[in-house]
């Protein structure tokens, strides 16, 4: 096997790095389900290992470490020059000269697991090309066996606890782009003072005005653009959330048509979110780098709307 994939020096041509890269969206979420389901299911892995880079708040477990090991052995594997952004650090193949990056984060609610709590838990795994233009991505459903798939901008879910692996297109639920309808969905993390008090003293006139039918979803992180994707979230709303939250599971959502914007905390202006290339020699902004506000949406009406709602009951 030739280091870094590449023959007589040469890099890969576009086709194949594209051809390795799907083939480990695919493998991965298959080999992850293998040994994460289990685990889950037997409540292991909650041995904590240390902190997490840039939060120092959180705490890395053994469990955590599980996907970071399978998605480098599949990069070994099929020789692909590939640099990881992973929650606990870097790992590069490609001897500086990246044709893929990956951003993982393997073990998503891993806080929650380890106190017993009967959380959903996911492995989420996004690819880019260096120039920061998305790839695909998978977000994996440990605990329900399925796993929501972006190949060629195309979404599916694959029904992993099946012998046949079958995939099925997801069909989203109709858009909706105002806060007034009764089938709206708003997702943020609520499970921490730092985000819950924040969201709540500045978007009070926004919750006010929801329906009554309409929801807070109180969870948040890499796996929510799953949801997005499906529709089952209309917009996800957060303060200060890490570039290693967002970019792992965001290309899901951008093939479905979400909007991802970062906002002007002074002046509510709206700015396309994208990945930085700058992470790849700047790992730290990755790992310590957040967004004062981030809004990913199905539609930039809603988002603007969401805006709006925060210029109006904005508290510095």
Not at 86 to 94: A, I, L, Q, R
Not at 285 to 304: E, M, N
Request: with cysteine.
């Amino acid at each position: 096997m030739q280091e870094s994939g590449r023959t007589n020096g040469e890099p890969l041509s576009e086709r194949e790095v594209r051809k390795r890269t799907r083939s480990i969206f695919s493998d991965y979420a298959d080999k992850a389900n293998q040994i994460l389901h289990p685990m889950v299911e037997r409540g292991e892995g909650k041995n904590v290992l240390g902190s997490v880079p840039g939060r120092p708040d959180d705490e890395q477990y053994q469990i955590d470490a599980m996907g970071e090991a399978i998605l480098k052995n599949f990069i070994r594997d099929v020789n692909l020059p590939a640099f990881v952004f992973g929650e606990h650090g870097t790992y590069d193949s490609s001897d500086g000269k990246p044709q893929v990056v990956f951003t993982i984060d393997s073990f998503d609610n891993s806080s929650e697991f380890s106190m017993g709590l009967d959380t959903p838990v996911y492995s989420v795994l996004g690819g880019y090309n260096p120039d920061g233009s998305p790839i695909g991505a998978v977000v994996l459903d440990i605990r329900g066996q399925k796993a929501y798939v972006s190949i060629r901008k195309t979404n599916g879910i694959t029904d992993l606890s099946s012998i046949d692996r079958h995939t099925k297109e997801i069909e989203p639920l109709p858009i909706i782009n105002s806060i007034n309808s009764d089938k709206l969905t708003i997702a943020t993390y609520l499970g921490s003072n730092d985000y819950s008090l924040k969201f709540v003293d500045n978007f009070r006139g926004m919750i006010e005005n929801m329906p009554k039918k309409s929801r807070i979803y109180p969870n948040g992180g890499s796996f929510i653009y799953a949801f997005l994707a499906t529709g089952a979230v209309d917009a996800y709303v957060m303060f200060d959330e890490p570039h290693s939250e967002i970019l792992p599971g965001l290309p899901l959502a951008l093939a479905a048509g979400c909007v991802a914007s970062s906002i002007d905390l002074e002046t509510g202006q709206v700015e396309e979110y994208k990945f930085n290339p700058e992470f790849i020699t700047d790992p730290e902004g990755y790992t310590h780098g957040t967004v004062p506000l981030f809004i990913a949406a199905r539609s930039s009406k809603l988002r603007d709307e969401i805006v709006g709602y925060y210029l109006k009951g904005r508290i510095d």
